[in-house]
């Protein structure tokens, strides 16, 4: 499995249109054959920071994710909503227990 971990802050005014352009793109994503989880997280004590958690079948597949027209119009929808860049990293699984 490929875990690619992706931290986002928004601005404060856009944190419920960011939660629904991003549902509608998790909901997509569990549709490709390459995704085996998409997790989508709001922090409790910040509700402007969120997570995804993208659990891919192969390493191929994060690109494949991002060649998709569900994740092209989620970087267009979203991109005005960030209050700083997203940060993201990619890991490999050592244990795995799901």
């Known amino acids: 499995m490929h875990v690619l971990i992706v931290h986002c802050r928004v601005k404060p005014e856009h944190v419920a249109a960011f939660r629904a352009a991003t549902l509608e793109n998790a909901r ?10 998409f997790d989508f997280l709001q922090q409790t004590d910040d509700p402007t920071r969120f997570v995804l958690f993208e659990v891919y079948r192969n390493a191929d597949a994060p ?4 060649a998709t027209a569900h994740y092209q119009k989620w970087v267009e929808v979203t991109a005005p909503m960030f209050a700083e860049p997203r940060t993201r990293a990619l890991y490999t699984e050592v244990f795995w227990s799901g």
């Open 28 to 37: 997509a994503s569990l549709q490709e054959p390459g995704v085996a989880r």
């Open 63 to 66: 690109a494949q994710h991002k």
